[in-house]
């Protein structure tokens, strides 16, 4: 049997049998990204959905001044709730997003043909008072049109003189490229999947054996270090590579648990896509494997190695930050630069966007010499007299 | 037959090994005896190739660890200093997976890893994880593996250290055996009673020299001590009177 195989098959059944390792390649790593999302994106899509279709509540002081106006907007969907005595302070705690306050004057305005005022008072900086609020200054809107458009007419104009302008709103995106931008986060999930199936690994096989005083027989065997080296790092990518597989899969299925045509999103994520992405991932298996190895064989023990390697956790979290914070156009050379073409190459997927095999191409080809590269100062480490002694 | 010719190795400023020339002949167990920091370890780490050399040479059946090491490692069965087992294995596992490494097929494993069990009287744990082992089921279980493939020459370090009275005896007696059997026994102790006891030769390192490389009694008589422990002291404590 070849020896890279062997120590290879060692590995993988040796960590087979370890709790933790399970536990993080098999069930946390794959699987805390598609549960999380599951359950925020349920969270999230209900309750926006209630309050863009429900009747809107809002608390109106001095209702009594414009009745017409309350009867309007009631049939837009408002359901005016009693005055309070302080909306400022209600809507800075939170007790309501919005608060209708019509002036005393108001009715006086009004039969005077005066811009009759009202107020809408709420705290922009609270989450999920955009939707109540926005709905609110519609029907006012609406309210103000319509109105306006029968003053005009009672005048014996046409309702046309005072729109000079009208805007139609095309929006180009589908059901899908909508969906992308919400799943924009997936990239970073498979990342992380990846690295963490395999870390638990890498730091075993090496700061671990070596803490545990079996490195040095292990080198006693007539075998070149570099095979040993590449059985380990096969049996590394091998559990990042299920971790992978069930992160896809999981995401595929949490698809079917996710609300998402309700917002007018479509989340399919089909054998092909499952493919693709596999596809562009391969080289980041293969980096991920040997940069924690290299970061493990400094290590002095597990310990120390688990440290390291913690903190090389926000790499794969930097293109995802990037694309964030700067909405950045997908150019053909990002592809050449490993986790960016990564996150680049799967946002366009999940845009339903195809993605040619020429920038998959440039995706693995370098995505492996940068791996390669970094193999290569492994093995040259592996070699290393001090990586053998243990003590 | 492992032969070393003016061994050097350097660790920054600190010499460990300073021009150590011994040969450890087939059919006998050569001692490699010297206080803890001699230099016994890194001498043995560069017979089996884990360490370069800095000066020197070291020949395994003629072999030349230089110029091809795996070779070197082929015919020679190590005990090392560090003697980790794999936990999550049983020790038939342990044992298995390094006759695997040497290459061996599946019949010759077989064969020979029950004749070990049988030699070091291992059966009753040979099936269990050895986690939890005692410190002499660990030892003869990294003494199985390091012998499964069968090899000319064995190098130990330390082998009875940790042991009881007991697995000492049984150590000895298995050391006895495989020197029967027509191999290179090499061992490093800082053990008087050991040595003296097992080895037919014995070379005596302080400081990264030899300053002794003698049979048992050619020692005592050289020193003038019938007692091989005041011998050892004489040695170690009056380098010049031994430099002839």
Same mark, same amino acid.
């Given at each position: 049997m070849n020896a890279i195989f062997v120590v290879w098959w060692k590995e993988v059944a040796e960590n087979l049998r370890d709790k933790r390792t399970l536990m993080s390649a098999l069930i946390y790593a794959p699987l805390f990204g598609p549960i999380m999302f599951v359950v925020l994106m349920n969270v999230q899509i209900n309750h926006e959905l209630s309050k863009a279709q429900g009747p809107l509540k809002v608390p109106v002081i001095g209702a009594q001044y414009a009745p017409n106006l309350i009867e309007a907007l009631k049939q837009q969907g408002l359901d005016p709730l009693p005055a309070i005595a302080n909306p400022e302070a209600a809507v800075r705690n939170r007790d309501t997003d919005v608060v209708l306050r019509i002036p005393p004057d108001y009715g006086n305005a009004w039969r005077d043909g005066e811009p009759a005022q009202v107020e809408m008072i709420y705290?922009?900086?609270?989450?999920?008072t955009g939707t109540p609020r926005e709905r609110l200054a519609g029907m006012l809107q609406n309210y103000d049109r319509e109105q306006g458009a029968m003053r005009l007419v009672a005048r014996g104009l046409s309702p046309a003189v005072a729109t000079p302008l009208v805007v139609s709103e095309r929006d180009q995106s589908t059901p899908q490229s909508r969906s992308g931008l919400v799943f924009g986060i997936l990239p970073y999930f498979f990342v992380v999947a990846i690295f963490v199936g395999g870390m638990y690994l890498a730091i075993d096989l090496t700061a671990g054996e070596r803490e545990r005083q079996s490195l040095e027989p292990l080198f006693a065997n007539p075998v070149a270090r570099w095979r040993i080296l590449a059985g380990k790092l096969g049996a590394i990518g091998a559990f990042s590579l299920l971790s992978l597989v069930l992160c896809v899969i999981g995401f595929a299925v949490a698809g079917c648990f996710m609300p998402a045509e309700k917002l007018g999103m479509t989340f399919d994520l089909g054998p092909l896509f499952i493919g693709q992405v596999l596809l562009l991932e391969l080289p980041l298996l293969a980096l991920f494997a040997v940069l924690q190895t290299l970061v493990a064989a400094f290590a002095k023990s597990y310990r120390e190695a688990q440290t390291y390697l913690g903190l090389l956790m926000i790499l794969p979290l930097l293109p995802s930050m990037l694309m964030s914070f700067m909405p950045v156009k997908p150019a053909d050379w990002m592809y050449a630069v490993p986790l960016l073409g990564q996150q680049i190459g799967i946002s366009e997927l999940l845009r339903g966007r195809a993605v040619g095999m020429q920038p998959i191409g440039l995706a693995l080809l370098c995505g492996f010499a940068v791996a390669l590269v970094i193999g290569l100062i492994t093995a040259r480490i592996y070699g290393s007299e001090r990586l053998a002694i243990s003590a | 037959m492992i032969e070393v010719r003016n061994l050097h190795k350097s660790f920054g400023a600190v010499k460990a090994v300073d021009g150590v020339s011994f040969t450890a002949r087939d059919g006998e167990i050569t001692g490699l005896l010297? *206080? +803890?920091?001699?230099?016994k370890t890194t001498t043995l780490r560069m017979l089996y190739t884990l360490m370069k050399a800095d000066a020197g040479q070291v020949l395994v059946d003629g072999i030349d660890a230089a110029t091809d090491p795996v070779a070197v490692r082929r015919v020679l069965g190590v005990l090392p200093d560090a003697r980790g087992l794999y936990k999550r294995l049983t020790a038939r596992e342990n044992i298995d997976y390094f006759a695997r490494l040497h290459g061996i097929d599946a019949m010759q494993m077989h064969a020979r890893r029950e004749a070990l069990v049988d030699a070091l009287e291992m059966r009753d744990i040979l099936d269990r994880r050895t986690t939890g082992f005692s410190q002499g089921q660990r030892v003869k279980t990294a003494i199985a593996r390091a012998l499964v493939h069968d090899p000319k020459n064995v190098i130990l370090d330390e *082998?009875? +250290?940790?042991?009881?009275v007991m697995s000492t005896r049984a150590m000895r007696a298995f050391l006895k055996s495989i020197k029967s059997e027509g191999r290179c026994v090499l061992l490093s102790s800082h053990i008087m009673q050991e040595v003296a006891a097992l080895c037919d030769r014995i070379v005596v390192i302080a400081h990264g020299h030899v300053v002794a490389d003698e049979t048992p009694d050619a020692l005592r008589a050289q020193t003038g001590e019938t007692n091989l422990e005041d011998a050892f002291v004489k040695i170690i404590g009056s380098e010049e009177g031994l430099a002839a």
């Open positions: 705290d922009a900086s609270q989450t999920g | 010297g *206080p +803890n920091g001699a230099g *082998p009875t +250290n940790g042991l009881d």
